[in-house]
């Protein structure tokens, strides 16, 4: 179950010079004719940045779950991915060097803001297991960007946070090449939108949580701290 939201992040709550926020939407959008849940990652404030509007957005269709873009545009970068059938063009910009590439790969699933709809979407419960492809628009030059991706539910639990106390499930995902590590922690009713997430790549451990979340179906579902 997927539902319009607006969802508050307090990004890297275990960093030294402190958190950051960050807005997410969920909603419903057309892209190219096709059905759509656009989730758009950006500040609080749009003008932070001066003239460009920093943002990182995901096209995911709501009938099949594929991605069909995901743009991050901030001041002196553009990465782009564009999804036709089994084939992703990649375009990345930093100040004068750009760097365009085309990939096969089939079947992908929605990575970056596009997973939360892919969480939400997913029969969750202790035990559950699965396996997919994504694009790592992060993977390091000279690699292949095709990641095979293994998720577990590893159990449920209740959860301490900035929303209250929250029934949750503990959800990991990683690559089967160790290149990054991701663990978050779904709401256990619908809709499994995430409330708390770390993320590890390299020597960076970024943890998040969520500080606020409205929903247009539903509530948070957490007892209030």
Sequence with gaps: MVTPALIEWSIGTNQHEGP??????????????????RVVHRDPDPVVSGAIND???????QDSLKPLRGVM????????????????????RAGDDRKQAAIIVHNPRPEGPGE???LATLPLEVGYRTTFQIVDRWAK?????????????????????????CEVYE????????????REWVRATP????????????EMTLISEVTRMVLEHGSPGCAPP
């Design 55 to 61: 943002y990182d957005m995901y096209d995911v269709e």
């Design 116 to 118: 939360t709809v892919l």
């Design 73 to 92: 545009n901030r001041e002196g970068f553009y990465l782009g991915l564009t999804f036709e059938g089994d084939r992703v063009r990649i375009d990345r």
């Design 171 to 182: 959800v990991t995902m990683a690559p089967r090449d160790g290149s990054f590590h991701i």
């Design 141 to 165: 030059d000279g690699t292949d960007p095709v990641k095979w991706i293994d998720l577990v539910v590893a159990k449920a639990e209740r959860l301490q946070s900035p929303l209250g106390s």
């Design 20 to 37: 950051s926020p960050l807005i997410e939407t969920i909603v419903p959008a057309v892209y190219q004719g096709k059905r759509v849940w």
């Design 191 to 202: 809709p499994r939108y995430p409330v708390k997430t770390e993320y590890i790549r390299g």
